[in-house]
């Protein structure tokens, strides 16, 4: 299994750009599928989760109501629109699956299967 991240560049202050995280190799079972961001100097931190099954959604309080997670299960692709971005969004950005069934979604222990990463990066 491997998750592929895509979509992060350079983009201004209020700009908005959308995240792709694509799932490949053999079909897997999977609780949710999450992003989290790091920050240079700074621990990784949740942003988002959405169940596999349910499409339930949990947003980190920084970035509520100006991203949205969503997957097509189709597809195998989960996405992170994110709207409304300022310079404290800059961060690598990863996705990942939680496989276990581990259901404490906001916590990065809870998923075994990480992507490499994709720079966000928001000029002021």
């Known amino acids: 299994v491997q998750l592929q991240a895509s979509g992060g560049g350079l983009v201004q202050a209020g700009g908005s750009l959308r995240l792709s995280c694509a799932a490949s190799g053999r079909t897997f079972s999977r609780y949710a599928m999450g992003w989290f961001r790091q920050a240079p100097g700074k621990e990784r931190e949740f942003v988002a989760a959405v169940t596999w099954r349910g499409g339930s959604t949990t947003y980190s309080d920084s970035v509520k109501g100006r991203f949205t997670i969503s997957r097509d299960a189709a597809k195998n692709i989960v996405y992170l629109q994110m709207n409304s971005l300022g310079p404290e969004d800059t961060a690598v950005y990863y996705c990942?699956?939680?496989?276990?069934?581990?259901?404490?979604?906001?916590?990065?222990?809870?998923?075994?299967?990480w992507g490499q990463g994709t720079l966000v990066t928001v000029s002021s």
């Open positions: 990942a699956a939680d496989t276990t069934w581990n259901p404490s979604v906001v916590l990065p222990t809870a998923y075994d299967r």
